[in-house]
């Protein structure tokens, strides 16, 4: 039987949604006004006014924050209440320029840990559960937001944050750990660390994982599941708008609700920032109505992503995203052709491989170059040059029919690519250099 951990909110029927956006929205526009004078200004430039927002239909009318203004308002620019009433501040590891520097009041953290906690339940969590917090713990909200969903459903919390694969899998053994947290890539390394260690599904006590914090495909899920013999959980968030818990999975597996009466979602055109029907792809835009510290108005996510209002199961009521395709920023553009990093994943998972692999962009005499380096599975490795030519010829095919374009191939040996304890990097684009 489906549990929730506010399952009057989780269920609420849509009527009690809208009113409780309509009425956090115009407060928060309110508050916002008042209190960030730099996005008091930018709504003063597109001559809006809090009067003008009545409720949800109105969204639009308000101006889009984007990572540029975080970076204008660095690092004070966008709080929302003084700062003797902020608690703590978590950050991201900001791949270019300065970083995200969100704050919280204590009231923030209650609520963004409320985010986690139903999450949690969501994946099968109660108070008889040993939960595992592989994220890494510090500025990057990971370990932190979902340690505190951990206590608030009353898990035995295991704080191990990220890396120490060894002792990871020690603790999962011998406290029976029951529920892992970590990035899906580290959850395939464990899970690949287990499997060499001789452990089969049966004899590793874990039931469920949430996995989250960057791109996953449902090849991905479906190895993970089978190598850990777990259920596997998508949770998805960002450092702006708390951290973890924005959206997650139900036991449909079928994309994430979204935590509607903390976030509002919208997908935009990213080239004109015009708002798209639901079941469209585009930019995801989240305003988060009752987040006091760090208020964030429109935010542009740069992911890529398609929202769903179908009817779902598990019987909440919370609209729900797909597994986000990338972000428009990952977005390669090879030789004018669009490629996210997980169509390649796509491809690789779906001849035999895991999600091993690194891609390599470059330039030569003025043409894109795209390598990619795969590793063959400890079953598969050979030295027979014929068969390996054979198998990057496959994918080679299997790409082409993917993406469009033609790739090349690099079938190398198990385990020689770098491991990541966090977020995978599996993008070298050498054109930028
Ligand atoms: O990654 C927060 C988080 C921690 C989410 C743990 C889930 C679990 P940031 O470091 O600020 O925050 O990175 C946010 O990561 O805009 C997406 O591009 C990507 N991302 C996060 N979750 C998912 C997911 C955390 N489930 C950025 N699927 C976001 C795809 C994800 N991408």
Redesign the pocket.
């Known amino acids: 039987m489906e549990r929730y951990y506010q399952p009057e909110i989780e269920c609420a029927s849509r009527d009690e949604i809208v009113a409780i956006q309509n009425k956090k929205l115009t407060e928060q526009v309110k508050h916002v006004w008042d209190n960030v004078p730099y996005y008091r200004k930018k709504m003063e430039e597109k001559g809006v006014s809090p009067e003008d927002i009545r409720s949800i239909d109105d969204l639009h009318k308000l101006p889009f924050l984007s990572k540029a203004d975080l970076r204008d308002a660095y690092p004070y620019g966008l709080v929302g209440v003084p700062l003797k009433d902020c608690v703590r501040i978590q950050s991201?590891?900001g791949t270019t320029g300065k970083r995200?520097v969100a704050f919280y009041t204590r009231e923030d953290i209650d609520l963004w840990e409320d985010c986690c906690a139903r999450a949690i339940v969501a994946a099968g969590g109660t108070d008889e559960d040993v939960c595992q917090v592989s994220?890494g713990y510090g500025l990057?909200?990971?370990g932190p937001?979902?340690n505190g969903g951990s206590h608030k459903v009353g898990c035995l919390t295991v704080p191990t944050s990220s890396g120490n694969t060894e002792r990871q899998i020690m603790f999962i053994r011998d406290l029976s750990t029951t529920i892992l947290?970590c990035?899906?890539s580290y959850a395939a390394y464990l899970g690949e660390s287990m499997k060499e260690m001789g452990l089969g599904p049966d004899e590793i006590p874990l039931k469920a994982g949430?996995?989250?914090?960057?791109?996953?495909s449902e090849e991905m899920r479906q190895d993970i599941q089978k190598t850990l013999g777990i259920k596997a959980y998508?949770?998805?968030?960002?450092?702006?708008l708390s951290?973890?818990?924005?959206?997650f999975e139900c036991s449909e597996q079928t994309g994430?609700h979204v935590n509607e009466d903390h976030f509002i979602p919208e997908i935009i055109n990213p080239d004109t920032g015009e708002v798209l029907p639901d079941g469209t792809w585009g930019e995801l835009v989240f305003t988060a109505i009752d987040k006091k510290a760090f208020p964030m108005m429109r935010y542009r996510?740069?992911?890529i992503c398609r929202l769903s209002r179908e009817k779902c199961a598990c019987g909440r009521t919370h609209v729900k995203m797909e597994?986000?395709r990338?972000?428009s920023d990952?977005m390669l553009i090879i030789r004018g052709v669009n490629v996210f990093p997980s169509q390649i994943e796509t491809v690789l998972l779906e001849h035999g491989y895991q999600a091993n692999y690194q891609i390599i962009v470059g330039r030569v005499n003025n043409t894109d170059t795209l390598d990619v380096h795969v590793e063959m599975t400890p079953e598969m490795f050979t030295d027979n040059v014929a068969e390996i030519t054979n198998r990057q010829n496959e994918l080679v095919a299997g790409l082409k029919s993917m993406l469009g374009i033609k790739a090349k191939v690099t079938l190398v040996a198990p385990k020689s690519i770098t491991r990541s304890e966090g977020?995978a990097v599996r993008v070298i684009d050498n054109r930028k250099i």
């Open positions: 991201t590891s995200v994220y990057f909200t990971g937001g979902l947290c990035t899906p949430i996995f989250g914090a960057e791109a996953w998508d949770i998805y968030g960002l450092t702006e951290g973890p818990g924005v959206s994430m996510t740069r992911d597994k986000p990338g972000r990952d977020k």
